[in-house]
């Protein structure tokens, strides 16, 4: 299997920081950000990943290189302006293949074990083109994405509980087919095209996530994965 990390944002929440360091390189717990993902994709089976960047991006090849370094094998896809998610993806297609990909956001942390990629694309169904990891509503975004209606993710009626996109999902390259190379779409018009169809399924992860939009929260990272160090 092979997996994803999206490293192309620009981190404008996190200026100035990210005026001259890409906010994947931006450390914590003594590591940068994008170093974190590929450790724990090595450990969990999976070490052909692809990496898409555009602001700073070649900061980011020149720190990992290709990756052998980590017991892993990179490819880049850079993007002379950012794609947006499903524009970056459907760029990097080439480098991911004919099967079920792992795509991780490349500024969030979250403790999902990895390795249940794998089951997940072991048992991908027929016609399906979407497996989303979800989590609770953080305090930044109380009203949620989706609904999970057993294994199913889909959008949400009218009071019906809602939980948050954790930035980290499973794919089939069809759900990207129609785009155009180096066009600019978001992923979540794709996902709720499919969803319509009933083609997404998804579970709900409620152990550690978090999404390092801000200073403040790379702060609180920090400290956290300083703090598990130390015991």
Request: glycine content about 10%; some cysteine.
């Amino acid at each position: 299997m092979k997996a994803m990390i999206l490293a192309a944002g620009r981190g404008e929440r996190m200026r100035p920081l990210t005026d001259h360091c890409p906010k994947p390189l931006l450390p914590a717990g003594g590591k940068p950000l994008l170093q974190w993902h590929i450790e724990a994709l090595a450990a969990g089976g999976i070490t052909s990943i692809v990496i898409n960047h555009a602001h700073l991006g070649r900061q980011i090849e020149s720190h990992f290189g290709d990756g052998s370094a980590f017991g892993v094998q990179i490819s880049y896809s850079a993007e002379a302006s950012a794609l947006e998610t499903a524009g970056g993806i459907r760029k990097a297609l080439h480098h991911l293949g004919n099967e079920p990909f792992l795509v991780i956001n490349g500024d969030v942390s979250c403790e999902w074990p990895v390795d249940r990629a794998l089951q997940v694309a072991n048992q991908w169904q027929q016609d399906q083109l979407a497996y989303l990891v979800m989590v609770p509503n953080p305090l930044h975004h109380p009203t949620g994405d989706f609904a999970i209606q057993g294994s199913l993710v889909k959008q949400a009626e009218p009071g019906e509980i809602t939980f948050t996109f954790s930035g980290i999902g499973v794919y089939h390259p069809s759900l990207f087919s129609k785009l155009r190379v180096d066009e600019v779409a978001k992923l979540a018009p794709l996902l709720r095209q499919a969803m319509a169809a009933g083609k997404v399924q998804g579970e709900l992860f409620d152990g550690f996530w978090m999404d390092i939009g801000t200073p403040e929260r790379l702060e609180e990272l920090n400290q956290r994965l300083n703090s598990a160090r130390k015991h």
